[in-house]
């Protein structure tokens, strides 16, 4: 992909964030690889969403060094980039701090998997890493840890947010945007009574389905 469709293309997808209620002010960020340079797009840091445009977006390489852009890259750009180093099938990686997944993230606890639809997207539960500082690897360590053998492509960070993963940048914001979701109604759940949780069985049967068979197909 040449640097200037993903600029545009990463700008473009930060909207879904306020859009989706995943992050508040100038918090969370997205980037995208491109497959053919291996360099990474991605958000510039304390701008606000309203002011981003392709333009604005910062590129960098693989080890976090600046090659394109005007404005300092995002404070989680190195742990990104651990991220894509480590996890070769990874073209798009989302921090987001959503009220509800934050919320198991902040009592550091993964969330369980009580819904067909987590099933069907996460494959499982949905992981908790450790706490890791800002501004370096760390979080992006913990991240490749927690994920590792892992269906989910989201995982919570204790005391932090959430980080996704996907093929792509469109891909990583899907699952972030899911994992509040089931975040939501589980929490909601738990207030209810005991939720009744999936079998191992189901889980896999559902997320088989959904990954082999849902929707179209290309021919």
């Known amino acids: 992909m040449r640097l200037r469709a993903l600029r545009e293309e990463v700008a473009r997808l930060h909207q879904e964030l306020p859009r989706n209620g995943l992050v508040a002010w100038t918090s969370g960020n997205l980037s995208g690889r491109d497959p053919d340079s291996g360099l990474i797009v991605i958000k510039p840091s304390g701008l606000r969403y309203e002011e ?92 490749v840890r927690t994920l590792r053998g892992q269906e989910s492509p989201a995982v919570v960070m204790q005391n932090h947010g959430v980080f996704a993963v996907g093929k792509s940048p469109l891909e990583a914001i899907k699952a972030a945007v899911m994992c509040e979701d089931v975040a939501r109604t589980s929490f909601l759940a738990v207030q209810l009574s005991e939720p009744i949780p999936l079998s191992e069985e189901d889980i896999a049967r559902l997320h088989e389905r959904y990954t082999t068979q849902y929707g179209q197909k290309k021919s």
């Open 52 to 143: 981003l445009t392709p333009e604005s977006m910062v590129v960098v390489d693989e080890e976090a060094n600046v090659i394109e852009g005007h404005y300092n890259p995002s404070s989680d750009t190195a742990s990104h980039c651990y991220i894509y180093r480590e996890m070769p099938d990874v073209g798009g990686v989302v921090h987001t701090h959503s009220p509800y997944a934050t919320a198991w993230a902040a009592v550091g606890r993964e969330i369980p998997c009580f819904l067909t639809a987590m099933a069907d997207e996460f494959g499982g539960p949905i992981p908790c890493g450790g706490f890791a500082p800002i501004g370096g690897e760390e979080i992006g360590r913990e991240v």
